[in-house]
């Protein structure tokens, strides 16, 4: 590890300005200290067209790297140092099961505007890209949701069904609006299992997808850890179930979770319902206050982004082949992801 931190060091200072290394907030401390900039997945989005980096390398999961992609300038490369990093959510929701059920939901003639939160693929953002949709993050999706609201009949939120059913929580879409889709939309056919006349009066429809890691949390857990010391505070990322997110003392996006540490005074105890990695480096960052996890949860693809398999690309940066989006999705997907940042500008 050592050799390799030693090389990273050297080719960065050999690269200048021609190398930017990103790191989303649930990478490893090792990893994040080699990082240029550091950011939630909206933050780092942005960055990309700031940049004028050739070579932009994405420590995070690979459609990070993919939004990147379709993102960045002409001249531009995007790398990410292990490809295998997908995000078992953005897997939930494949582009023609997506394609598919747009159709369904449409067939009675209503307008249903797609709505994908960032962790999905670059051929699912084409899909909702085309369809008139947008993208969200887990720190705009109250926005994007009442943006899509606006534009349409109904709307498909996916693939996370925590998320939308969060966010419709907080902008009062009432639960006889809203509806979760069976869950053979996605691993089945969508034609088998979606009923069109039971969900035509239906605002907003939801994709069943979820996060494996903030599927851990329990409203149990936070129970016991209130009943031991009621001035804990307890704060989640609103991937967590609706009800954990009720009893929580608050929820929001990794920058809103790193500013309520940082805002909290001095001596408070906070738990912390996200990945491990943040939680962890704010219990460093902040020796004034007790910081401590929700419960133990770690996502073992943005493990997979190590100093060793980052130094083994910086060597080989300059002929390694970078990601690509095909052409035929980068255009809708580019459409889609540039609907969020202006309406987010």
Known sequence: MENSVRDILAIKQTMGSRLAILGHHYQSDAVIALTDIQGDSLELARRIGDLDAEHIVFCGVYFMAESAAILRRPGQNIHIPDASATCPMADMAEAERVKTTLEILEKNGRTVIPLTYVNSSAAVKGVVGRHGGSVCTSANA?????????????????????????????????????VILPREVIDGDPRLSIDPAAIADKRLMVWPGYCPIHEEFSIRTIAELRTKNPATRIVVHPECDPAVVKAADGSGSTTYLINYVAKAPAGSIIYIGTEINLVSR???????????????????DMAKITTTNLAALLRDIETSTPVEVDEDIKAPARLALQRMLDACA
Request: proline share 5%; aromatic share 6%.
């Open 142 to 178: 109250a926005t994007m949701l009442a943006w899509a609201m606006d534009r349409g009949d109904a709307v498909l939120f996916l693939p996370d069904r925590h998320l939308a059913m969060n966010t419709a929580n907080a902008l009062n879409i009432t639960e006889g609006d809203r």
């Open 282 to 300: 704010l219990a460093d960052r902040f020796p004034d206050k007790t910081i401590k996890p929700l419960s133990l949860s770690q996502c073992d």
